[in-house]
C-alpha cells in the first residue's frame, strides 16, 4: 500500500511502453501536478524524455523527430484538445494514457479525429492524486462543500480520485462512513456506485480479510488544524506553506537567489526523508551534525556551530561545502526560517497554551493563558484569533465562558473584521452541535480512565501532547471497536475479522499530524497497512479558507488537483 510507488510504476510504464527514442510528455495543469511530485525532471531527463508540455499550450512547435506520451485526466476539455492535437498532429507518433475511467463515445471521437492514424495506444492508467507521501495523498482541492452539503463537481472529482487510488492500490474495499456527516455517506454511495458499474476494472484476487475504506468529515475534528506543530514537514507546511512538495523563500530575509524556491521530496532527498517526521529540536541537531561531519574533512579555519545562525554563516562561506551538498544548504535555509519565525513570533509560549485548550480540561488556567498572549503584542493576528478558536471549541457551553471578553480584545487588539468573524464561523464548522464524536469530553469510561493515567503520567513534551482524532478512531477500528452505530456500513455485509488494509479519506482536507499518526500506527501495528487522503492537505490558513468557503463567508475559491490510475 504505497500510493509513491504506485504513481511511479504508471509513469514509468508509459515512458518503457512508447520504446527507445526522444520523446516529449505532453500533460495538463493536474497531471504535471501529478508527475512532478513523484519525478524530478533530471529523473525523466535519463529516460529520454526531454521536454515538458501542456496540452492547452497554443504556442507549441511542430517535431516530428519527438514521441508524443500523453497523460491527462479524462475531461472534456483534455478531450477536446486532443482531438484538435489529433487533426493536425505535433509529433509522430501518440502514446495516450487517462488517469481515470473514460467513456466509449470520447474514445470514439478521438479515433475519428486520428485521420493520419498517429495513436499507438490508449491506455487508462489510474494516477488521479497527488502521492505526498508513500501513506498519504491529497486531491489538492479547496472548498468541497456549501454548509453541509457537496458542491456538485467537487462530489464528483473526489469520487474519481478516490476509485483511482482504489485501483492504483488494486483494492475492492467494503465501505464505512462517518454517520454525523452527510457528505461522507453521500461520497460512500458515489464510490460504491463507480465500483458497481466498473466491476470488471475492480475484479481483483480475493484476500482473507477485505480491504476497508473509511469516510471521514473535516469537522468532526476542527482542532487539530489550528495547532502549531513540530515536527518538520508539518512544521514547514505550517508556517512556510508546502505546495506540491515546493516552497517559496522568496520573502525570507537576505535569501540567496538560488534557494527562492526549494523542492522538499523524501523520495530523492535522504536527509528530508530521514527528519521528516522528527521534531523541530532533533532536526537543527542532525543538521548540525552532518555540518560537523563535512568540517571534520576540512582541519582548517574549524569554527564552532553553535547556532543556526552559525551554521547559515558556515554554509555561506565555503563554496565547495555548497556543491557537495546542496541538500544541506537547503536544509539549513529552510529550518533557519523556521527557526526566526518560532522566535519572531513567540511560537514556543502560543503553541504550550494551545496544546493546553486542546489537552487539559482546566477552564481557569486556560483562560487566563489566552488573556496574558492576548495582551503580548508581538503576537500576529493568526496565532491570537486561532487562540480565541481553540477556546471557543474546547469551552464552547461550558457556564463561565469568556468567549464575550475575548472577541472584545481581539477587537482592541486591531485585529481585522474577517479574522474575528471566523472564530464563530469555525463553531459554526466543528462546534458541539455538528460533530458526531466526542472531541472535547470522553464519556465512556475507558476514555475517561485513559485521560486519567494520561495526566498522571505527565508529558514528556509539552509541545507535542496532542494527538488527533483520527489516532483514536483508527485505534478502535484496528481492535474491532469502532462503533457501527457512529460509522455503519454501506450495505449490508460487515467485516468478521479486523481490517488489515485501511484506506482513510477526509472529506475537507486531511493534516500533516494526521499523517504522523498514520505513519506511526503503521509502524506499531504488525499486519495493518493505513493509507491516508484528504481533498486536501491543510495548514491553518488554508483550513480557515475551507471553514470559510463551507460556511458561506467566502465567494472566492481556489481549485487544484491530482488524479491516479491504470486499466488492466
Not at 425 to 448: H, M, N, W
Request: aromatic share 8%; charged share 25%.
Amino acid at each position: 500500500m504505497n500510493v509513491t510507488l504506485a504513481v511511479k510504476q504508471y509513469v514509468s510504464k508509459m515512458i518503457e511502453s512508447s520504446g527507445p527514442g526522444m520523446k516529449v510528455l505532453l500533460m495538463d495543469r493536474e497531471t504535471t501536478s501529478i508527475v512532478s511530485v513523484v519525478y524530478t525532471q533530471s529523473e525523466i531527463l535519463q529516460r529520454e524524455v526531454y521536454l515538458f508540455e501542456r496540452i492547452d499550450s497554443q504556442n507549441r512547435d511542430s517535431m516530428k523527430h519527438l514521441k508524443a506520451i500523453c497523460f491527462l485526466r479524462p475531461t472534456k476539455e483534455n478531450v477536446e484538445h486532443l482531438i484538435q492535437e489529433l487533426r493536425r498532429p505535433k509529433y509522430s507518433v501518440y502514446f495516450i494514457y487517462f488517469s481515470n475511467v473514460i467513456s466509449k463515445s470520447e474514445i470514439k471521437a478521438l479515433a475519428e479525429a486520428d485521420e493520419q492514424e498517429v495513436v499507438a495506444e490508449v491506455q487508462e492508467f489510474y494516477g488521479d492524486f497527488i502521492a505526498v507521501n508513500p501513506h498519504l495523498f491529497s486531491l489538492n482541492l479547496q472548498g468541497v462543500a456549501r454548509g453541509r452539503s457537496w458542491e456538485p463537481s467537487m462530489l464528483s472529482r473526489c469520487t474519481q480520485g478516490l476509485t483511482s487510488v482504489l485501483l492504483a492500490l488494486k483494492k475492492c474495499p467494503m465501505i464505512r462512513y462517518q454517520l454525523s456527516s452527510d457528505m461522507s455517506k453521500r461520497l460512500a454511495e458515489s464510490v460504491k456506485q463507480i465500483i458497481t458499474k466498473e466491476y470488471e476494472l475492480f475484479d481483483f484476487r480475493k484476500t482473507e480479510v477485505p480491504p476497508l475504506l473509511l469516510i471521514l468529515d473535516r469537522s468532526d475534528d476542527a482542532i487539530t488544524p489550528l495547532l502549531n506543530q513540530w515536527t518538520y514537514q508539518a512544521m514547514v507546511h505550517e508556517l512556510l506553506g508546502l505546495n506540491n512538495n515546493r516552497i517559496d523563500l522568496s520573502r525570507v530575509p537576505g535569501i540567496n537567489k538560488d534557494l527562492r524556491e526549494v523542492v522538499l521530496s523524501a523520495e530523492n532527498d535522504e536527509f528530508y526523508a530521514n527528519n521528516l517526521y522528527l521534531n523541530f529540536g532533533e532536526i537543527g541537531t542532525n543538521i548540525k551534525n552532518l555540518m560537523e561531519d563535512f568540517q571534520k574533512k576540512r582541519p582548517k579555519g574549524q569554527q564552532k556551530l553553535e547556532s543556526i545562525t552559525d551554521m547559515k554563516a558556515f554554509v555561506d562561506n565555503y563554496p565547495q561545502f555548497k556543491k557537495m551538498s546542496g541538500t544541506v544548504s537547503k536544509h539549513v535555509t529552510v529550518v533557519g526560517e523556521l527557526s526566526r519565525l518560532v522566535a519572531e513570533r513567540q511560537l514556543m509560549e502560543v503553541s504550550e497554551a494551545e496544546q493546553e485548550l486542546a489537552c487539559q480540561n482546566d477552564h481557569s488556567n486556560a483562560q487566563q493563558s489566552v488573556r496574558r498572549l492576548l495582551q503580548n503584542p508581538r503576537l500576529t493576528e493568526l496565532d491570537a484569533v486561532r487562540l480565541v478558536m481553540l477556546y471557543a471549541l474546547r469551552y464552547e457551553r461550558h457556564s463561565s465562558s469568556i468567549l464575550p471578553a475575548l472577541m472584545d480584545e481581539l477587537s482592541r487588539r486591531g485585529v481585522s473584521e474577517r479574522h474575528r468573524r471566523m472564530v464563530q464561523c469555525v463553531v459554526e464548522y466543528g462546534g458541539k452541535r455538528v460533530r458526531g464524536s466526542d472531541l472535547i469530553t470522553p464519556t465512556d469510561a475507558v476514555a475517561i480512565t485513559k485521560q486519567f493515567f494520561k495526566g498522571l503520567k505527565g508529558v514528556e513534551n509539552v509541545y507535542t501532547q496532542h494527538q488527533p482524532l483520527l489516532h483514536d478512531t483508527l485505534d478502535q477500528l484496528i481492535k474491532g471497536r469502532l462503533k457501527d452505530s457512529q460509522f455503519p456500513y454501506l450495505g449490508a455485509s460487515s467485516l468478521r475479522d479486523r481490517p488489515q488494509d485501511i484506506i482513510v479519506f477526509v472529506i475537507g482536507g486531511a493534516m500533516y499530524e494526521e499523517a504522523l499518526t498514520v505513519y506511526n500506527l503503521n509502524r506499531s501495528t504488525p499486519g495493518v497497512r493505513i493509507v491516508l487522503g484528504g481533498s486536501n492537505i491543510h495548514n491553518t490558513k488554508s483550513f480557515l479558507e475551507e471553514v470559510m468557503s463551507t460556511t458561506g463567508h467566502v465567494s472566492d475559491r481556489a481549485q487544484g488537483g491530482g488524479r491516479h490510475g491504470s486499466r488492466r
